[in-house]
């Protein structure tokens, strides 16, 4: 099978699918949608996958690798104790992965629907839970309560975008880092 002359790259594919899953949902993400909307033929599509579930793991894999793991090689690299390592990540979350946050709700319910989805969320929650566990740990002895504090934080970062309620005595910003403080409040 000879390459098409115009083709995109995988990546190309890839990334148009999971910009368009928060707003379409996984039903509406389609070879025909996608070669549509890249103005290609479906066969382009083909000489990069196999079929819609190659690009579905694809994508999968693609979120694995580009959320969490990004965010905790940065608050990483920045370093400090933990207490400045957790307000590091709070900023790189609340001032730069709106979008992100968006596509963690759409592959929830994907999840919802998806078995294997959903055991893909399950693990790359681990992972964040390990990380923010830990650093807590760093603060907080008590196993148990390093353990709340990283449920907490973990639920503002997933929660906050789905609440539509406005904050009332603040803007949501600030409203959010009251929160961030709240649950650092006690730390010695």
Known sequence: ??????????????DLALRSLPENGIDKITIAG?????QVTKGSFYWHFKGREDLLQAMLKRWEETGSEVVF????RVGGNAMRRLRHMADIIFR????????ELAL?????????ILKAIRRADERRMTYMQNLFAEIYPDKKLAEAKAWLL????VGENIIAARAREQNREDLLWT???TLLADAA
């Open 1 to 14: 099978m000879d390459k098409p002359v115009n083709s995109l790259s995988r990546e190309h594919w890839i």
């Open 34 to 38: 996608l070669a549509r909307e890249l």
């Open 73 to 76: 090689r940065e608050v990483d």
């Open 96 to 103: 730069r992965y709106g979008e992100q946050l968006d596509l």
């Open 108 to 116: 929830r319910a994907w999840g919802r629907k998806d078995p294997k």
């Open 154 to 157: 973990f639920s503002l970062y």
């Open 179 to 181: 929160c961030v403080d």
